[in-house]
């Protein structure tokens, strides 16, 4: 009978610490506020050679996503920023993806997804480093940075974002 009882005690605590493993995983990893002072600059060449900074966009909210070609929760929102280029990149957002990867790689997957924003390659722990300078607190992928128009940081995301988190956070959404 006492065996009983022990097992259904280490079922019970086996139970309940999955559950809350599994509210950890899910939980929002939106940061608090970006790291004081202004935001680092940068020119990294694109796929076709061309070097490609935020301030290469007036008057637009810049979405910086670090991502890899050898990452799936990376793989899987890039989807949902091509959409998002698409519905908004005329006017009012500028998708840059920052891959930390093989360039070759890179170049591939892009032509193969139909990437229709800026994808730029840092090898190297450069990227890691840039990732950092923008407020990543983990260091893991993928990680993203909105930044309104006037500079100031909307939203720093650790792990995949969606559309719709992205969109309410757009100037003038009803968030």
Known sequence: MK?????GLVALLAATAGYGLQRYLQQDQTLGDAPAGPLPTFSIADLGGEPVTPSDFPGKTVLINFWATWCPPCRDEIPELIELQEAYGDSELQVLGIALDDRARVAEYAA??????PVLVVEGAEGFDLMDAYGAQVGGLPFNVLIHPDGSVAMRHEGAVTGDEIRARLPGSAS
């Not at 065996?3 to 097992?7: E, G």
């Open 112 to 117: 193969r997804m139909g990437m229709n924003y």
């Open 3 to 7: 065996t009983w009882i022990t097992l």
